[in-house]
Every structure is written in C-alpha cells, then in structure tokens.
Nanobody, 121 residues
C-alpha cells in the first residue's frame, strides 16, 4: 500500500505565496519522477511541474518563473513553492509519484487526494 498526503493549500490573495508538500509513504522500493498537477473547475488536469530523482525539473509555461518544485529524497517528499500567485492558479493541486514497490517490479504511478488552492483577486 502506498499513500501520498498533500498539505499546504488554502486561500491567498493575488501576489501571495503558498508552499505545498506531499509526503509519500508505504511499500516503496524506489521513487523516480515526482510531480504536481492541477485541475481547475471545468478544465482537464494539467501538469504544473515535474522533478526527477536527480533534480531535473520541468515546468508548465504558465508557472515558469513563479513556481519552484523541489524534493527531499530521504523523506520521499516533494514540495511546490508558489510565488506571485494569480487568480488563474486557482485549482485543486495533486501530487504524483512514479515508483517501484519492489525490486524487479513494475513502475507504477500513484496520486494524492488533492489540496485546494484558491487565489482571490
């Protein structure tokens, strides 16, 4: 059993900052890529940011220069620092981890339950 638990969402004014955390626990052998996705009302879920085990990152154009993804491999935790927030950043934010649960196992992806981020104008 693998669990991803997000925290750090909330209500913030435009221009403000929030930091999301996602802790992964359970039957984990090795985590590869971790990421944050978001889904606004009436829209499809989209990628916000990804980070590999080695620290390589990838960002959606809409968040480049404002969001920073990082991870603590010892804690199996990924973070998303969100600065200069805009009303259009309002969404449910989900973390995702691609991982192996055992040696020689299949790479599978797991999702958190989501955390609401609301940015008021």
């Amino acid at each position: 059993q693998v669990q991803l638990v997000e925290s750090g969402g909330g209500l913030v004014q435009a221009g403000g900052s929030l930091r999301l955390s996602c802790a992964t626990s359970g039957n984990i052998f090795r985590i590869t890529t971790m990421g944050w996705y978001r889904q606004a009302p009436g829209k499809q879920r989209e990628l916000a940011a990804l980070i590999t085990t080695g620290g390589m990152t990838n960002y959606a154009d809409s968040v480049k220069g404002r969001f920073t993804i990082s991870r603590d491999n010892a804690k199996n935790t990924v973070y998303l620092q969100m600065n200069s927030l805009k009303p259009e950043d309002t969404a449910v934010y989900y973390c995702k981890a691609d991982l192996y649960t055992r040696v020689g196992g299949v790479l599978s992806n797991y999702w958190g339950q989501g955390t609401q981020v609301t940015v008021s104008s």
